[in-house]
């Protein structure tokens, strides 16, 4: 039995660099074997594990499966593989790779700007035609469920298999589901989104498969990850303020107080989320107590690990 923790990341494009940057951010290099088109790799410092660098739609495939314990990809592949809830458990929402699942028409279709004005069009549009509307996606099970929703039931889909922004003004299909940054290249192809078209922000997910055989090896090094992961993030959001104590009841107060707002006690000082720092030191330094010295750590670790413990919960 194979004892390794499998990791499965993208091994291409802008997600595979970003998904880099934040494993060596996170103290968690990545070293690929077979130099740079390898397709296996380990992460220094997590003994235990393999990486297998693989497509983005493999690896939602792959976590489905349980071929791999652990994967990041964009949530719109997890959610399209269907029953998300069953198969694998979101860990943590990364904040890069994002885009949006939304629905768009032609700019030309001026009476139609959200899915009610769609229905109505649908409807009309088998009336006169004596065809289905068309819509052209890679998001096959995210439209059936979205459109089901708004109640529009008079359209057929046309799977895409190239640019799909590209299929109205080929005529291959009426409108489109996809996926868009800024929008930019549905305008420059004639298009709009619909105003509650959209379908869902999608974004980079730590995911784990509720498929794959876990034990305690694996279980053991997912623990070591996950761990190093929220650390590195609490310490992205969290600043220390230490200054010279005074040991008298103002301190106390001002101390109590912050503690009170969410504050967390440390040596000689107190952490406090960084967009708190400057207000934390001005109430310091008004009471007397200072030089305040602000400084950002580079890992928190706490004693609880959330996205541990539910993953432990689910497949234990």
Request: net charge neutral; glycine share 10%; aromatic share 4%.
């Amino acid at each position: 039995m194979n004892r390794e923790l499998i990791i499965a990341i993208p091994s291409k494009g802008r997600l595979k660099e970003q998904v880099e940057e934040w494993l060596a951010d996170c103290g968690l290099p990545l070293s690929v074997s077979g130099g740079a088109r390898g397709y296996l790799a380990n992460l220094k410092g997590l003994p235990g594990a393999q990486v297998r660098l693989l497509s983005a739609g493999d690896i939602a495939d792959a976590l489905g499966a349980g071929e791999a314990h652990l994967g990041v990809t964009g949530e719109d592949l997890l959610r399209e593989r269907g029953d998300l809830e069953s198969r694998v458990l979101l860990l943590r929402p990364l904040g890069f790779g994002r885009a949006d699942l939304v629905v768009a028409a032609p700019k030309s279709w001026l009476d139609v700007d959200t899915m009610a004005d769609l229905e109505e069009v649908a409807h009309d549009f088998l009336a006169r035609k004596g065809r289905r509307m068309r819509v052209a996606t890679k998001y096959l099970a995210q439209t059936r469920a979205f459109f089901a929703r708004h109640g529009v039931v008079d359209y057929r889909i046309t799977e895409s298999g190239g640019a799909t922004e590209g299929a109205p003004a080929s005529g291959a299909a009426e409108l489109i589901v996809d996926i868009t940054t800024t929008g930019a290249t549905l305008a420059a192809n004639g298009l709009k989104i619909l105003s509650d078209g959209l379908i869902l922000r999608s974004q980079a997910q730590l995911t784990a498969s509720l498929k794959a055989a876990w034990g305690q090896p694996q279980l053991a090094a997912a623990e070591r990850l996950l761990r190093a992961v929220e650390a590195r993030a609490a310490a992205l959001t969290n600043t220390t303020l230490i200054w010279p104590a005074a040991g008298n009841e103002s301190e106390a107060a001002i101390v109590d107080a912050l503690l009170h707002q969410g504050a967390q006690r440390r040596p000689h000082g107190v952490m406090v989320e960084t967009a708190r720092a400057a207000e934390a030191a001005a109430a310091l330094t008004a009471a007397g107590l200072g030089p305040v010295t602000v400084s950002q750590p580079d890992f928190v670790f706490e004693v609880a690990c959330p996205p541990f413990a539910a993953l432990k919960q689910r497949v234990l």
